[in-house]
């Protein structure tokens, strides 16, 4: 069995400014925007929420296998996922154009300011996941991330025509996708990941209320920022799950696509939503507390120390079995 992760495989341009973007907006000029903003520091990094979501599996001592397009480029991005445990052999590579580019600005508030070019992405529509699965095997589930829309809906489709059992994660294509292609994009997932504003997008643009949307997926996992992680179950109470208090909150960026490692981890290891979540929380902590979305290393024992601290000595003999193959 096999995880395959879909989606964006991109660099990261990470800048901070000393200032609070707000305090150089006029609300009522925002029609003649053009604002600047001297930064302190820029940080290149390697990004795309395919790729982190796959550096966090194979953090956890999984092989994901990374399911993507990028230009030439990439060789050493590669070099670097391979060393982390992470199959590259089923990513597609361009021609002609450059991999992915994600330029971000936090203010001082953690707000944040980001373009992204998409390049070699646009090509990931012309992967098949069939060839993939002959290679590796039959997956326990196929994560479909954000990444060329048609080539989202091409994964989604194949997953449902073939059997496989998907999650969805559609995020940054939520804010411009309209309604057809995000209903199209969630419905039949074995699981729904959003956070709080993403999931009021979804019902509005799809025109489902959340019942609406329970309905059609198995379990919609809405994360919370601070407040943690809610898991919604059509006819069931919600669960939630509270945040792993972080040390330092340095950079908020791929603190997302960490949550979604953990509690991809979690359900391959045999273990429940709430553990999943829990997982999730604490793999999400180590990447707030760095610059960058896979500058952070694991440690098991502080790992597990953390967890009990915040979720007890039961998740702990959870988690444990499965943490033994990282660094002590």
Request: proline share 4%; hydrophobic share 40%.
């Amino acid at each position: 069995m096999s995880l395959l992760v879909a989606g964006s495989i991109a660099t990261d341009h990470l800048m901070s400014f000393p200032g609070k973007f707000a305090d150089s907006l006029v609300v009522d000029q925002l029609d003649k925007l053009s604002v600047s903003f001297l930064v302190e520091d820029l940080d290149v990094r390697r990004g795309g929420c395919a790729a982190n979501i796959c550096f966090g599996l194979g953090n956890l001592g999984l092989r994901p296998v990374l399911v993507g397009a990028v230009g030439e480029d990439f060789a050493d991005y590669r070099a670097w996922l391979e060393r982390h445990n992470v199959d590259c052999d089923s990513v597609h590579v361009s021609e002609t154009r450059h991999t992915a580019r994600f330029v971000c600005t936090n203010d001082s508030s953690m707000a944040q300011i980001a373009s992204f070019y998409a390049g070699a992405m646009s090509e990931s529509r012309e992967i098949e996941l069939k060839p993939i699965v002959d290679r590796v095997g039959d997956p326990d589930y196929v994560i479909i991330g954000p990444d060329d829309p048609q080539g989202m809906l091409r994964h989604t489709e194949e997953c449902r025509q073939r059997g496989y059992r998907f999650l969805a994660d559609p995020s940054q294509q939520l804010a411009f996708g309209d309604g057809a292609l995000i209903r199209q994009l969630i419905d039949g997932a074995d699981i729904l990941f959003s956070n709080e504003y993403e999931a009021s997008l979804i019902t509005q643009k799809t025109g489902w209320s959340r019942d609406d949307v329970l309905s059609r997926v198995g379990t919609w996992v809405v994360t919370l920022g601070p407040a943690g992680v809610r898991i919604d179950r059509k006819g069931e109470e919600s669960v939630v799950v509270g945040a792993v208090p972080e040390i330092e909150k340095v950079e908020p960026t791929g603190v997302g696509d960490a949550f979604r490692a953990g509690f991809l981890a979690a359900l391959t290891w045999g273990l429940g939503h709430e553990r999943a979540a829990q997982l999730g929380c604490l793999l999400a902590v180590h990447v707030v507390e760095q610059v960058g979305t896979q500058e952070y290393e694991i440690s098991r024992h502080a790992f597990l120390e953390r967890c009990a601290a915040t979720y007890g000595d039961e998740a702990v003999a959870d988690f444990e079995p499965h943490l033994r193959t990282i660094r002590p």
